[in-house]
């Protein structure tokens, strides 16, 4: 069983900054995919960014240009750097990873940070 923990939300003003970790309970070696989602009230969650094992990394176009996700593997963590804030950011974060294990894949998910942006 894998735990996922966030942290680093908060409340920012327009055009600040916020860094997310999750800290994951594993060694990051056997996780294939970690990204984070976000979830608005009244919507869906949405994909904001992706990080594989090789490291790509992928983007909502959203976010590209002021979000920056990143994986420590001797910490065992995965960051999101959100810059220039915008009032829509405002969200639950949530931290997301899949493992493959023994030929079939797992997924787990964090229980979510809040990220208000608000003057």
């Known amino acids: 069983q894998v735990q996922l923990v966030e942290s680093g939300g908060g409340l920012v003003q327009p055009g600040g900054s916020l860094r997310l970790s999750c800290a994951v309970s594993i060694s990051m070696f056997s996780l294939n995919r970690m990204e984070w989602y976000r979830q608005a009230p009244g919507k869906e969650r949405e994909l904001v960014a992706t990080?594989?094992?090789?490291?790509?990394?992928n983007y909502a176009d959203s976010v590209k240009g002021r979000f920056t996700i990143s994986r420590d593997n001797a910490k065992n963590t995965v960051d999101l750097q959100m810059n220039s804030l915008k009032p829509e950011d405002t969200a639950v974060y949530y931290c997301y990873v899949d493992q493959l294990f023994e030929g079939a894949l797992y997924d787990y998910w964090g229980q979510g940070t809040q990220v208000t942006v608000s003057s």
């Open positions: 990080i594989t094992s090789g490291r790509s990394t």
